[in-house]
């Protein structure tokens, strides 16, 4: 004998299935080691949208005339303007070298059939990163 409730011909049944939510905390990607760059990583964005945001107050600035300018220059000399610029740096360097190692998994470069290795892209990347900054830097230096 089954104990299942007896359905007539014309009946519908109303399935509820039930979720699967095992718990879990908030901190679950703090155990391992590449999570905590992923999330390190990701959260190092909004520092990029940050400095884009400034970047823009910058040019502002500049189409508001001298005064306008002066007033923001003088605030990036203040010790706090200088440390969160120092800050925003570290974070920064960390994003960009984050991004050249993750390029392998995400751009496979062939040459002919042969599968370009991972190290080499990243090498390449920071030779480029390196030798741009340079050039940039020689730039303003020599203004």
Known sequence: MSNAPKISAGERVRYKPQIYMPQ????????????VFFIIRELTSLVVAAYV???????????????????????????FSIGLHIVFLILLIFHTLTWFWVAPTAMVVRIGSKKVPGSILIAGNIAMWLIISLAIGWLIVSI
């Open 53 to 79: 945001i400034l970047m823009m107050i910058q040019i502002n600035a500049l189409s508001q005339g001298p005064e306008a300018w002066q007033a923001l220059t003088d605030w990036f000399a203040t010790p």
């Open 24 to 35: 879990m905390s908030i901190f679950w990607w703090v155990k391992d080691r590449a999570y």
